[in-house]
């Protein structure tokens, strides 16, 4: 649909008219026929973080704007929602706590620098996609796995990429949006549904909602960085290669000034 207008457009009498897609969401489901639009959780589910990624760097010259449906979940169509999670477009919900699509535009947004090349070794399952950036020093990786609601045995995607890179070594940071970790509506459900958080709940929710994070030093080898890509269906993962900054700086000049001021307040402190 999104392409199809843009063919319009472009072949209409006004083809620099811009486009701007203003309504739109995660709202899925299996079939035609069992569709709910008052009762459909894969807009608070983990499902929208991969729809949302593929949708975006699919069609991301297709229109000028791409408008999410809706920022909160403090959203009166259909009734205003009460519980914590209630099936409402927000990206945020009632509590303001992130779901797991505003975390796929938060990863679309570092996505800074010209697209690269990569280099591929294996297949991947309908719906999985990688793409990443470089601005002239470090690059960003975004990868997916959506999961399409009608299949019943959804792949895990593992596969191994390389990306051009010149230093010998590379801090590597990593984010990864999943169930329990950037996604916290699974475990809601594991809780029961509760209507009405505790104050510690709300807060190890908030926590749960939060991407995992993680940071290691890698090495490179023939002007390449290999790093290793594994999705269960519905993950989506943001890698950030840096080249190594300088170490701690010391708190002196030099190490004959700090072996000399030691000398010297261990004198005076006798």
Same mark, same amino acid.
């Given at each position: 649909t999104v392409r199809h207008v843009q063919n319009i457009v472009r072949t209409s009498a006004r083809p620099n008219l811009e486009i701007h897609w203003t309504e739109w969401n995660a709202m899925a489901c299996n079939s035609t026929d069992n569709i709910s639009w008052t009762h459909n959780q894969t807009n608070d589910a983990l499902h929208g973080a991969a729809l949302v990624t593929s949708v975006c760097t699919a069609l991301d010259r297709a229109a000028d704007t791409m408008c999410w449906w809706v920022g909160s979940g403090i959203f009166v169509e259909s009734g205003l929602s009460l519980s914590p999670y209630s099936f409402t477009y927000?990206?945020?919900t009632l509590h303001g706590i992130p779901k797991a699509a505003y975390h796929a535009f938060a990863f679309?947004?570092?996505?800074?620098?010209?697209?690269?090349?990569?280099h591929r070794d294996g297949a991947r399952p309908l719906g999985a996609g990688v793409i990443a950036t470089g601005d002239g020093q470090n690059v960003r990786v975004?990868?997916?796995n959506q999961r399409f609601l009608e299949e019943t045995h959804p792949e895990t995607w593992r596969e191994t990429i390389r990306l051009p890179w010149l230093s010998p070594h590379a801090r590597v940071l990593c984010a990864r949006i999943s169930a329990g970790?950037?996604?916290?509506y699974e475990t809601w459900l594991v809780m029961g549904r509760p209507q009405n958080l505790s104050p510690n709940e709300e807060a190890a929710l908030r926590a749960l909602a939060e991407p995992m994070w993680t940071i290691t030093c890698q090495a490179a080898a023939n !002007? /390449?960085?290999?790093?290793?890509?594994?999705?269960? $269906? !519905? /993950?989506?993962l943001?890698?950030?290669?840096?080249? $190594?900054g300088e170490t701690a700086l010391p708190r002196t000049a030099s190490a004959h000034d700090l072996a000399a001021?030691?000398?010297?307040?261990?004198?005076?402190?006798r």
């Open positions: 927000g990206l945020l679309l947004k570092k996505m800074q620098g010209n697209l690269l090349t990569i975004l990868a997916w970790a950037g996604s916290a !002007g /390449e960085m290999t790093l290793t890509l594994d999705l269960p $269906p !519905g /993950e989506v943001y890698i950030e290669v840096r080249v $190594p001021w030691n000398a010297g307040m261990g004198a005076k402190s």
